[in-house]
């Protein structure tokens, strides 16, 4: 069975500091891989996604993310937070039909 | 606007009540889905429907049972309300094309609190 792994449940960051959020999925066949964002109190929107291609993908808000398929990793990046970049961020897979969702991080970005 | 749209936003209820939850979308999809966000965040998907045909039913209690009247709507009622049932229930949709990769659209999310 597929599953996704986040590995920070809370980070916590001053203004223009650098942001990298781990993510890991377990399946052995083609995935799909995304990013959303869920501000407090909103519904999840997508940040950005990777079908195929170039494996460095680019999103909205200044964000990207890379994916290492040697390392069935698709981490999030973003070279300087801001305050509203406050959120819960959900990687996710899609692989066999099914879209499986991390438990979430929840970034605090300090003004 | 296009969108998916749930109502109610809020559903407070007493333990054993029956509810539905509705959910709409005018983005001209043919899949939906309902997924369930308990209280530390996590996000499992329920069902999905596609063209109103059941393609997905994860390990979901009977008493759930969703409803798709047509391709633009998926309702998802609830028999016996269990404490347990409390969470945010979030609709999303998806327009599935062989040979074509797009991503889910998720809408606001109803909370239900189950007295």
């Known amino acids: 069975a597929q599953s996704v792994s986040q590995h920070n449940h809370h980070v916590i960051l001053s203004e223009a500091a650098s942001l990298e959020l781990g993510c890991n999925y377990s399946?052995?066949?083609?995935?799909?891989l995304f990013w959303y964002v869920q501000y407090p109190g909103q519904h999840l929107q997508l940040l950005l996604k990777?079908?195929?291609?170039?494996?460095l993908v680019k999103g909205i808000k200044g964000f990207e993310a890379e994916f290492i398929k040697s390392k069935f990793s698709f981490n999030l990046r973003k070279p300087s937070v801001q305050w509203s970049d406050t959120a819960e961020y959900f990687c996710?897979?899609?692989?066999?039909?099914?879209?499986?969702f991390g438990q979430g991080t929840e970034l605090s970005v300090k003004p | 606007d296009t969108a998916v749209s749930q109502t109610p936003k809020y559903l407070v209820t007493q333990m054993g009540n029956d509810k539905s939850i509705k959910c709409e979308q005018n983005?001209?999809?043919?899949?939906m889905y309902w997924y369930k966000q308990d209280s530390k965040k996590f996000l499992k998907i329920m069902f999905s429907?596609?063209?109103?045909?059941?393609?997905i039913n994860e390990t979901v209690p009977n008493r759930f049972s969703p409803k798709s009247p047509d391709k633009a709507h998926l309702n998802l009622h609830i028999n016996s309300l269990e404490l347990g049932d409390s969470a945010v229930y979030f609709c999303?949709?998806?327009?599935?094309?062989?040979?074509?990769?797009?991503?889910?659209?998720f809408g606001p999310g109803t909370r239900l609190t189950v007295l």
């Open positions: 429907y596609n063209n109103k045909e059941l393609i």
């Open positions: 999303a949709s998806r327009l599935k094309l062989a040979g074509v990769h797009n991503e889910q659209f």
């Open positions: 399946y052995g066949g083609t995935v799909n």
């Open positions: 983005l001209g999809h043919d899949t």
């Open positions: 990777y079908f195929s291609g170039d494996p």
């Open positions: 996710a897979v899609r692989g066999g039909g099914k879209l499986i």
